[in-house]
């Protein structure tokens, strides 16, 4: 048995209920892990609401966890109990306290990780780490355009491409937010309630635009975005926090000759090598300080709900955890 948040209808937060679950003994390259922190993300409101169908109902959400090895299958040869790993799927089921996962999704923990930061960095701070190096070249000199800036995947977007030595300007929704996202490296923060993001862009800039535009705000933000990005340009359109970007007609790419993608940090981590390498590369960003972990805001797991009414209200900043 475990405890487990529930949900067997999609909707608002008010479906996610602190229930009993059945645990099976872990079968042939599975653990079982006793988790010690869960991060939540923007990606666990859409698979609540049934707008990502990826978790068959009655199921948990959550994508990413760090914890403790309990039991181990047969086969498993390269874990042990005792040992502290965290991991990302695609497969929803993190908001429990114990789960059975495939030990090929796991990642070890190294002694200055701790779990916390990790079960809060895995899938935000790989993403960052394949938005900059894969999904583009973000390199010195270039001026970046992070949208919400001051969330979890935007503080890292700023801090790591400030590492890398690129101008960022970062928007946030609100002025409180703005001291969060100039700590973190910006050296612009535009506050939307307020300003014109375009007019702002394009005084930054003298009217060249950003070479590379992160927007993980989806539907409101699409048009700023494009209207944003330089000539040559490439607008990284990877969430949907605001609602999903309306289909796009390419012949809008034309007028600056613009790159435009829709990335997904999955399919960048789905061979163990690419999961190694990309953890490696956040654990190493972690240790010389570009990256932190930021985790603003704690909450029992328990009361997973109320973490997400603060997140789809935007009063989060940073990174947040629940802890079992
Ligand atoms: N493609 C991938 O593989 C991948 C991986 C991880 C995350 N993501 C995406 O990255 C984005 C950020 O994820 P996150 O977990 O780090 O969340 P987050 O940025 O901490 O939270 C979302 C932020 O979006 C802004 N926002 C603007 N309009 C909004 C609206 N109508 N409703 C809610 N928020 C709104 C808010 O900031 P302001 O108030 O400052 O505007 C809010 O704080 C999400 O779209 C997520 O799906 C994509």
Not at 38 to 53: M, P, S, T, W
Not at 159 to 168: E, F, P, Q, R, S
Not at 171 to 191: F, L, M, N
């Amino acid at each position: 048995m475990s405890k487990a948040i529930v949900q067997t209808v999609a909707g608002g937060p008010e479906v996610l209920e602190w229930r009993d679950v059945e645990l099976a003994a872990p079968a042939a390259g599975e653990v079982l892990l006793r988790h010690t922190a869960i991060g939540l993300n923007f990606i666990d409101v859409y698979v609540r609401k049934g707008a990502y169908q990826m978790m068959t109902l009655p199921g948990s959400p959550g994508m990413e966890a760090a914890g403790i090895v309990e039991a181990i299958g047969p086969g498993v040869t390269d874990l042990a109990v005792g040992q502290r790993v965290a991991y990302v799927m695609t497969v929803p089921g993190a908001y429990s306290e114990r789960r059975v996962v495939p030990a090929e999704r796991m990642v070890p923990l190294p002694d200055d990780i701790d779990d916390s930061s990790a079960a809060a960095l895995m899938l935000k701070g790989m993403t960052a780490e394949r938005l900059l190096h894969k999904t583009t070249q973000a390199a010195a000199g270039d001026t970046v355009l992070v949208h919400a800036a001051a969330g979890g995947v935007g503080l890292l977007l700023t801090a790591w491409a400030k590492a890398i030595g690129c101008t960022v300007i970062g928007t946030v929704g609100s002025k409180p937010k703005v001291d969060e996202v100039r700590r973190a490296g910006a050296d612009h923060v535009i506050v939307t309630a307020d300003e014109d993001v375009v007019a702002r862009v394009a005084e930054i800039t003298s009217g060249r635009g950003c070479r590379y535009v992160y927007d993980g705000v989806g539907k409101d933000t699409f048009e700023t975005s494009l209207a944003a990005v330089a000539k040559y340009g490439h607008l990284v359109s990877f969430g949907n926090a605001s609602g999903a970007v309306p289909p796009v007609n390419i012949a809008v790419l034309a007028p600056k000759c613009i790159a435009l993608s829709r990335p997904q940090v999955f399919p960048y981590i789905a061979e163990r090598a690419d999961l190694l390498e990309a953890a490696n590369n956040l654990f190493a960003a972690m240790r010389k300080g570009i990256v932190r972990a930021d985790i603003n805001h704690t909450f029992p797991l328990a009361q997973a709900a109320a973490a997400h009414q603060e997140l789809e209200a935007r009063r989060t900043t940073g990174q947040i955890v629940l802890l079992p």
